[in-house]
């Protein structure tokens, strides 16, 4: 599975009168090797992660629990998606500046990474990432 920009797509699911059960696997429906995996969890009502976007890494981002908002903006397209489902996964690629907030309560946000944690590969500020992708700043 490959995707070029920022992309919702469906894990698989497999139903169960036990529970659910989702999985992603390099090769296969992962479509990229994950080194690393963190957690955001017990958000405090109003918290609004900081935007930034990443030089190299790729990443996915899943709602394993409750619902957040994610604001993907590349050099053409800016979009808002609510995730709430523990089978949807929001691909992000390098240089896409990334927002996340509208935390509901009890929500735990799952981030898979292509590379070991370098903060290098950020960029923090909105003003370099236009430099960095040639958008004109208002
Ligand atoms: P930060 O990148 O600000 O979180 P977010 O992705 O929500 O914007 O990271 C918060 C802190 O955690 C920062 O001091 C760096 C540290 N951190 C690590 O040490 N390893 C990691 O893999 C990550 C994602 C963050």
Redesign the pocket.
Known sequence: MVFEKPTLFEIPKICDPRGNLSVLQYPGTLPFEAV?T?W?YDIPGGAI??G?AYHSQQEIIIALSGSFDVTTETDDERQRVTLSRSNQGLYIPPLTWRE?DRFSTNAVAL?L?SSL?N?ID?IRDKKTYYGIIGHEIE
């Open positions: 690393r963190y955001i992660r900081d930034h996340i981030i990474s944690y903060e950020y």
